[in-house]
């Protein structure tokens, strides 16, 4: 049965869809992509509402304006909502609520704390910093006078770093709802117009039916291994595969699974903000891990290690300020553990393999030449002969060689053994035998 709409022309539809963002996390590349493309889904697909639940501690500056500029720009009504209890909008996270139509918090969330830092922790050049709070600032105070919100206290946000909680917020006219839970959130938002590229928009939520989207499988793996130490431990099976390939050609296992690791780490770094500087040295540490190993000098070790550990705690963070990235660094326990762990892989395992490789070969035939045995039957020229306890076929090059002489090997034509009348002690056939008393 169908329901006609109403004489005043009302848009509510039972079949009206509301999409679901979750943004949890660091706000990098990964999270940009999965905002625009489904904010631009929710467009093209008419969706009534896109609602974005966030909850972030920062994140990079350039992700950051991606997602801005994609709230801004679009013609669907779009809710940034900071939840559940305990959820922020931290830095980059308070730029991307204030770029939404309708900015809600629930009870026990914060916003703020947006003034720019540089990764890694140290202060930057003064000069550089001054520039980058300037500008973060007038962004801040741009897309609030946009969205018609307090422009003043995003711009202390970004200066003085202040926080405000979902109340404070509220009453500063910061966001626009208090929202206890989603039901209660679109509660609020029925009949409510929202600000979008295309002018306002009457929202109808009384009926609306969720459809949640997540990131895609793809996004979800990258995600994971961006985590930071993740990443560094990828990072070195690549280097440590790939070496022990190169140090051991054949077994392709951890040649395949180093080259993997190695792809992986690539694009986690890709994600993260990486120090080139870092990687170098890592790399340089491995380079006189392995001049250590074919030189035994043993200060190159020394130094190695030292290249390894430096590199490790370097390894993240760039020399410019950005916007604030929760504390990126590898873990200094893993960073001891697995400088032990690589001093151990090219001191013991990789040296063994290569003092393997150098010895003699040990077992065949070309380890017989040279040796002395007896002959077990007549050689005229071919017969037999035992050498090391085994018994040979073998052909004489000096002539008659009678049962019981020494023989000495000089060659060998596939399995036949070629020998000589050894000098070595006297024959048998030659001894003199005792005179009986």
Same mark, same amino acid.
Request: proline share 2%; hydrophobic share 50%; net charge negative.
């Given at each position: 049965m169908l329901v006609p709409q109403s004489a005043h022309g009302d848009e509510r539809h039972p079949s009206a869809v509301a999409r679901l963002l979750s943004v949890r996390g660091a706000i990098d590349p990964v999270t940009a992509r999965y905002v625009e493309r489904e904010v631009g889904r929710a467009e093209a697909d008419g969706a009534e509402l896109v609602i974005i639940e966030l909850d972030t501690p920062g994140g990079l500056d350039s992700s950051m304006r991606a997602? !801005?500029?994609?709230?801004? =720009? &679009? *013609? =669907?009504?779009? @809710?940034v909502y900071v939840a559940p209890a305990g959820a922020r909008a931290a830095s980059a996270g308070m730029f991307v609520t204030l770029a939404a139509g309708v900015a809600a918090m629930a009870p026990g969330t914060e916003i703020g704390a947006a003034h720019p830092v540089r990764l890694g922790g140290d202060r930057a050049d003064s000069a550089m910093e001054a520039k980058v709070v300037h500008d973060a600032a007038a962004f801040a105070r741009t897309i609030a006078e946009t969205r018609h919100r307090n422009a003043v206290w995003p711009e202390r946000a970004v200066r003085e770093s202040v926080s405000l909680t979902s109340t404070e917020a509220l009453r500063e006219g910061v966001i626009?709802? /208090?929202? $206890?839970?989603?039901?209660?959130?679109?509660?609020?938002?029925? /009949?409510r117009s929202v600000a979008t590229a295309a002018g306002d928009r009457i929202v109808h939520t009384a009926d609306i039916r969720l459809d949640e989207r997540s990131m895609l499988v793809s996004e979800r793996i990258v995600r994971v291994v961006s985590d930071p130490n993740i990443a560094y431990l990828l990072f070195l099976i690549g280097l440590l595969g790939i070496t022990a390939e190169l140090y051991h050609p054949g077994t392709f296992v951890p040649g395949t699974v180093g080259t993997i690791a190695l792809v992986l780490a690539l694009v986690a770094f890709g994600n993260l903000p990486i120090s080139w500087a870092g990687v170098l040295l890592i790399l340089l540490a491995v380079g006189l891990f392995i001049g250590e190993l074919h030189t035994g000098v043993g200060a190159l070790a020394v130094v190695a290690l030292a290249a390894f550990i430096v590199g490790s705690l370097l390894l993240y963070g760039p020399l410019e300020p950005t916007a604030s990235w929760p504390d990126v660094r590898v873990s200094p326990w893993i960073v001891a553990l697995m400088s032990a762990a690589v001093a #151990?892989?090219?001191?013991? !395992?990789? *040296? =063994? &393999?290569? *003092?393997?490789r150098r010895l003699a070969v040990r077992t065949g035939i070309p380890v017989l030449v040279g040796q002395v045995g007896v002959a077990t039957s007549e050689l005229a020229p071919g017969? &037999?002969?035992? @050498?090391? #306890? $085994?018994?040979?076929?073998? $052909?004489? $090059? #000096?002539?008659t060689i009678h049962a019981g002489e020494r023989v000495e090997v000089t060659g060998a034509a596939g399995v036949m053994l070629r020998v000589r009348r050894s000098e070595e002690g006297e024959s048998p056939w030659n001894r003199t035998s005792p005179t009986s008393a």
């Open positions: 997602i !801005v500029q994609a709230l801004l =720009a &679009t *013609r =669907a009504p779009l @809710v626009d709802l /208090g929202a $206890e839970d989603l039901s209660d959130l679109l509660r609020k938002l029925d /009949g #151990s892989f090219f001191l013991l !395992v990789v *040296r =063994a &393999t290569l *003092r393997a017969g &037999t002969v035992r @050498v090391d #306890s $085994e018994l040979w076929s073998a $052909e004489s $090059e #000096s002539g």
